[in-house]
């Protein structure tokens, strides 16, 4: 039986089996008893907290709904449900777990010959090599499909890398980065197995962001920097083999947004219940109790809608559209929630130790992450109205 929680209005959580709940409840134990007590300290210092790694490897995780190479072969709602239960506690290690298990796991998973899957796979689902993943550049963001500037080129048996990429999460320690590159011939993007002690490659840290403090973004500069074929994703043949890694990843996206809105309602509504102003508790007041349940309303909505979403990603039957209103939908609503959460929290809620700040700061990277508001937008604009508002 999971603890009574606050946060699941609707009882979304009885629809998964008893054998789901217990890994739901596993993470939840992880995340409450060994992460909680770590955050605030660690986000304010910009410091990954390396030490939870050899537990959190223990739940068994990573690539969970994969076939094969040592991944549990589960279904998608359960690893929503997951990126739902990591970030109800943090976003940053959410975020960490999910380029690492997501964008980076997920492109070998969908990109990768069969050797280059038994290479890293079983090892990354054990959290013993850890992944990242470089598509978006300085110059280019949203715009990269088309104006990717890093280049590869094939010489002899080896792809020369030169660029650089922004933003990449744990891009600072992990062992194995996917660079996505244009072929300077076919003009085509590429992705590429690069190994962190590749002599080219140089990742430096981001600092001072004022969101998801905890992960270490880093800029990254390709100098030459010298790939093997055999390095080279061997079925990544142009951006549409990056976009279907981009469609799983911005489903995990959008449950992600659902745990930050969840973490920070259950932290508001526990605060209120407690705080006493005028003599009551505020939580009796009518105004707060309107902020608590347009909280609660959002939070439903959010749930409901990414539970339909992935039992389409089960169904074999998601599209990018489907993925992308997701995330819009998700990420403007958590932003709603997180603000509310802060307001009625007074000047606690602009305070660390109370957890909502850092919901509401973490909210706006997952609003601008995995595509934008406007651009998931205008992927399902496209969609509905067959006109593409994209200019190349
Ligand atoms: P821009 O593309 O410069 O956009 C600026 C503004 O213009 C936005 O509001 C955008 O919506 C708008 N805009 C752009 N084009 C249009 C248009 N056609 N119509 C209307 N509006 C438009 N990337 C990785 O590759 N790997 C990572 O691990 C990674 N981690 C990240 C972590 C964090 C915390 C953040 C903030 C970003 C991360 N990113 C990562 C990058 C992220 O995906 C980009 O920030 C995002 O795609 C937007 O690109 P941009 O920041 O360059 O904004």
Redesign the pocket.
């Known amino acids: 039986q999971l603890p009574p929680i606050d946060g699941d209005f609707y009882n979304l959580d009885l629809k998964l089996s008893k054998e789901d709940r217990d890994i739901q409840l596993q993470v939840r134990n992880f995340m409450e008893d060994e992460v909680k007590p770590l955050v605030n300290d660690h986000w304010n210092r910009a410091k990954f907290p390396f030490q939870i790694i050899e537990k959190f490897a223990k739940l068994n995780i990573a690539g969970i709904a994969y076939e094969g190479y040592g991944c549990a072969n589960k279904s998608f709602l359960l690893e929503g449900i997951i990126a739902q239960e990591l970030a109800r506690v943090d976003v940053s290690i959410s975020?960490f777990f999910g380029?690492h298990s997501g964008?980076a796991m997920g492109s070998i998973y969908l990109c990768g010959s069969e050797e280059q899957k038994q290479e890293w796979l079983p090892a990354m689902q054990r959290l013993e090599k850890i992944g990242?993943?470089?598509?978006?550049e300085p110059n280019?963001?949203?715009?990269?499909a088309g104006g990717m500037e890093t280049t590869c080129k094939r010489i002899d048996g080896n792809w020369i890398l030169n660029g650089q990429?922004?933003?990449?999460?744990?891009?600072t320690f992990a062992d194995v980065i996917i660079i996505?590159a244009r072929d300077e011939d076919s003009n085509q993007v590429k992705g590429f197995l690069v190994r962190k002690e590749n002599p080219g490659f140089k990742a430096e840290k981001m600092e001072d962001?004022m969101?998801?403090r905890i992960?270490q973004?880093a800029i990254i500069t390709l100098t030459n920097c010298s790939v093997p074929e055999s390095d080279r994703l061997q079925n990544a043949n142009s951006f549409k083999d990056t976009a279907k890694v981009l469609q799983m990843t911005r489903a995990g996206v959008a449950w992600q947004a659902v745990g930050c809105a969840r973490g920070a309602y259950e932290a508001a509504l526990k605060y209120t219940k407690k705080r006493e102003q005028f003599g009551r508790p505020i939580a009796s007041f009518q105004l707060i109790q309107n902020h608590l349940v347009e909280m609660v309303s959002n939070l439903t909505a959010m749930q409901t809608l990414c539970f339909r979403l992935s039992e389409l990603q089960d169904q074999k039957l998601l599209t990018d559209e489907h993925a992308s209103l997701a995330k819009v939908f998700c990420s403007m609503r958590t932003r709603d929630v997180v603000g509310r959460a802060r307001e009625v929290m007074g000047g606690n809620g602009i305070l660390l130790e109370y957890d909502v700040a850092r919901f509401v700061a973490d909210a706006e990277?997952i609003y601008?992450?995995?595509?934008?508001?406007?651009?998931n937008s205008?992927i399902v604009g496209r969609a509905i109205t067959g006109y593409s508002?994209?200019?190349n």
């Open positions: 975020t380029v964008l990242a993943f470089g598509l978006t280019v963001g949203s715009a990269v990429k922004k933003w990449i999460g744990n891009a996505w962001k969101a998801l992960v973004n990277a601008s992450y995995e595509g934008t508001k406007e651009i205008l508002a994209f200019v």
